[in-house]
């Protein structure tokens, strides 16, 4: 079974920084696509950033310059850098991981979509 977990969450000051991470584990192969969402009280929820495998990396409009996706695919890793944190930041940080090649109960498996259990980000004014 693969399980993604996120980790980094917190309550920081507006101005502030936090560094989101998420872990991917089990007997994984290849991850397409790796990236955060987020969903804050009464609004759907919303990709935040992501990274394709050997690909781009996009961004909302709204944390353009602020915030930085990285991935490392040796520890199937993805991290968000969050600076200059906002109050309308403040959300639920999810991690999502497309495109998941894995070997499940001994067989090859292949899962469109898998996610975090998410980490409270609370930027104060």
């Known amino acids: 079974q693969v399980q993604l977990v996120e980790s980094g969450g917190g309550l920081v000051q507006a101005g502030g920084s936090l560094r989101l991470s998420c872990a991917a584990s089990g007997r994984i192969l290849s991850i397409n696509t790796m990236g955060w969402y987020r969903q804050a009280p009464g609004k759907q929820r919303e990709l935040v950033a992501r990274?394709?495998?050997?690909?781009?990396?996009s961004y909302l409009d709204s944390v353009m310059g602020r915030f930085t996706i990285s991935r490392d695919n040796a520890k199937n890793m993805v991290y968000l850098q969050m600076n200059s944190l906002k109050p309308e930041d403040t959300a639920v940080y999810y991690c999502?991981?497309?495109?998941?090649?894995?070997?499940?109960?001994?067989?090859?498996?292949?899962?469109?979509?898998?996610w975090g259990q998410g980490t409270q980000v609370t930027v104060s004014s």
């Open positions: 990274t394709t495998s050997g690909g781009p990396t």
């Open positions: 999502n991981a497309k495109g998941v090649r894995a070997v499940v109960a001994g067989t090859a498996d292949y899962q469109e979509d898998y």
